[in-house]
C-alpha cells in the first residue's frame, strides 16, 4: 500500500456526545479509540494533513447538538490538535458528508493538492461511511480505515435490526465492492506511512 506525502486522514465526528450509551444504544469495536488516536499521532509525526471533523447537530435532543457537552471532541482527539508537523483543517457541518461542511473540504484538499483520503471516526454506517462515498464520487482515492470506525445497533423498516458489527460488514462492502474506497486496518495505514 502507498500512501503519499500529503495524504489526508479525515477524523469524522468523534465527539464525547458518541459515550451516552443510552441514547445510541450497543456499540461495536471496543478498539476504535485507540486505533483513531494512533492513526492521528501517524498523520501529524509524518507532516500529514490532518482533517477534524465535527457534526453540529440540528435536532434538540442530540448529544451532539451545539451548546451541549456531548458536541465537543473526546479528549484524546482535542488534545491532538494543533500538535501535528503538518497543515490541520477543522470543520464543522449539520448533514453526513465532511464535504458538505464549513469550510468546504473539497477546495482545501485540491488547493493543498491532496489525491488520497484516509476516512476514520463515528459512525461508520453513516457520517464516515457517507464521507468515504462522496470523497469517492469526487475522484479521490479513499482508503477506509474499519477498525478506526464504530456504529451501533439499529432498526430499519418493518422493525428490520442489525447489529453494530452486521452494519460495519456492510458498510466495508458496500465501500469496497461498489468501488468507493478501499477498507482497510488501521495497523496497515500506519505501517504504510513510517
Known amino acids: 500500500m502507498e500512501i503519499a506525502e500529503n495524504a ?17 444504544g450497543p456499540r461495536d469495536n471496543p478498539d476504535a479509540d485507540r ?19 465535527r457534526h453540529d447537530s440540528l435536532k434538540q435532543d442530540s448529544p451532539l447538538r451545539e451548546g451541549y457537552s456531548g458536541n465537543a471532541f ?17 470543520l464543522t457541518k449539520s448533514v453526513n458528508s465532511a464535504f458538505h461542511g464549513t469550510p468546504d473540504l473539497d ?22 461511511e457517507t464521507t468515504a462515498r462522496v470523497g469517492g464520487n469526487l475522484g479521490y482515492e479513499v482508503f477506509f480505515a474499519l477498525d478506526a470506525t464504530y456504529t451501533f445497533d439499529a432498526v430499519g423498516p418493518w422493525g428490520w435490526r442489525l447489529s453494530a458489527q452486521e452494519l460495519s460488514r456492510a458498510t466495508a462492502v458496500t465501500l469496497h465492492g461498489g468501488g468507493f474506497a478501499r477498507v482497510v486496518r488501521s495497523e496497515q495505514l500506519m505501517a504504510a506511512v513510517k
Open 107 to 128: 477546495a482545501w484538499l485540491r488547493e493543498t493538492g491532496v489525491r488520497q483520503v484516509v476516512v476514520a471516526g463515528i459512525q461508520t454506517n453513516m457520517c464516515a
Open 35 to 53: 486505533n483513531i488516536a494512533g492513526l492521528i499521532d501517524a498523520w501529524q509525526g509524518t507532516g500529514r494533513p490532518v482533517v477534524f471533523v
Open 8 to 24: 489526508a486522514l479525515v477524523v469524522v465526528d468523534v465527539q464525547r456526545g458518541f459515550e451516552e450509551e443510552e441514547y445510541w
Open 74 to 90: 473526546k479528549e484524546y482527539v482535542e488534545e491532538r490538535r494543533g500538535k501535528g508537523l503538518g497543515p490541520e483543517l477543522f
